[in-house]
């Protein structure tokens, strides 16, 4: 039966990182709940990954158990005294190097992309504590910068800083202004970049994979849309859509990292807000939560239980 598993967590990891991302990259509803497309993106994610692992320990272990985790358990205790456990040869073996390869490959470059990034961070956070100012008029929290170019970004961190230039102040009027900057508060208070971070991750270790290009731009455009919220609801659509589209027309590249209002998303998010797109009902929210919480458990599930390893 465990032979069945495997060959199943392999078709679930397949799909996953195959035909899923790249329908749901298309898709427009979640444009209309963000936080729910975001979760899923994760819940996706993190299933493709556990399949694509358990498919490989499923093969590896189908000859001396019915559960996977039963299987992995007398692998490893056999291996450890010296024994060669039954109806183990090279494919088997394969399989488990597979396993083992996938998790380590993921976990080391994933790793080296999460800490580059962390460390490009708090160096520009340091950047930002020399070269800005106070702007006590904006709140406490914003720094300010000499620059004649409109910016106004989020570097993500503990604290997170908030910069805005003299140029973005010129370019928007006072309404304007506010409105970006409960964009970039939103930003700073939820921790966007933590959902982002993965993804980035995953796409500089595996730059080939499509799933993981999606799933990174998804996130990107998803989490913006999360602040706009967050920022419409005091400021009004049509505030931040003028204030968005005049960071449009004078665009200026965000620091690696970093979380702006402008950006490459900026004209979707301006159609968005002029549409008033409203957001789907709640019911059809839960059922996305719902489905990406089975979605999440069915590895988990399969591989621990016999019940529905036998199903398989």
């Known amino acids: 039966m465990v032979a069945w598993v495997a060959l199943g967590l392999a078709v679930l990891a397949a799909v996953l990182a195959g035909p899923v991302p790249a329908r749901l990259a298309r ?12 979760l899923l993106w994760q819940v996706i994610g993190l299933t493709a990954t556990l399949s694509a692992v358990g498919a490989g320990l499923g093969a590896a272990v189908a000859p001396l158990a019915t559960t996977v985790t039963h299987g992995v358990h007398r692998l490893l205790a056999q ?15 394969l399989a488990l190097l597979w396993a083992v390869g996938v998790t ?25 504590d020399v070269v800005t100012e ?7 929290d914003i720094g300010l910068i000499r620059h004649d170019a409109p910016a106004a970004y ?37 921790r966007h970049d933590l959902a982002v971070l993965p993804f980035t991750a995953l796409a500089h270790a595996v730059p080939r994979l ?31 859509a003028r204030a968005l589209l ?12 970093a979380l702006g209002a402008g950006g490459d998303t900026v004209l979707v998010r ?16 839960g059922l996305v939560y719902l489905a990406a919480g089975c979605l999440l458990l069915t590895p988990i599930a399969v591989a621990f239980s016999p019940v529905l390893s036998a199903l398989i």
């Open 27 to 38: 898709a427009t509803w979640p444009h209309r709940a963000p936080r729910a497309a975001v």
């Open 79 to 93: 291996l450890v005294t010296g024994q060669v456990p039954p109806g183990i040869g090279w494919p088997q073996y």
């Open 104 to 128: 380590g490959f993921l976990a080391w470059r994933c790793g080296r992309a999460i800490a580059e990034t962390l460390r490009k961070r708090r160096q520009h956070r340091n950047i930002v």
């Open 134 to 140: 106070p702007a006590d008029d904006l709140g406490p």
């Open 154 to 190: 989020c570097v993500p961190g503990r604290p997170s800083r908030i910069v805005v230039s003299t140029g973005a102040i010129q370019l928007l009027d006072d309404a304007e202004l506010r409105a970006v900057l409960a964009h970039e508060r939103a930003h700073a208070r939820a």
């Open 210 to 240: 499509a799933a993981a290009r999606h799933a990174r731009d998804a996130t990107r455009l998803l989490v913006e849309m999360l602040a706009d919220d967050t920022a419409r609801r005091v400021h009004g659509d049509r505030v931040l």
């Open 246 to 257: 005049r960071f449009a027309t004078h665009q200026h590249p965000v620091p690696g990292g």
């Open 270 to 285: 301006i159609q968005r807000l002029v549409a008033s797109t409203p957001s789907i009902p709640v019911w059809q929210q």
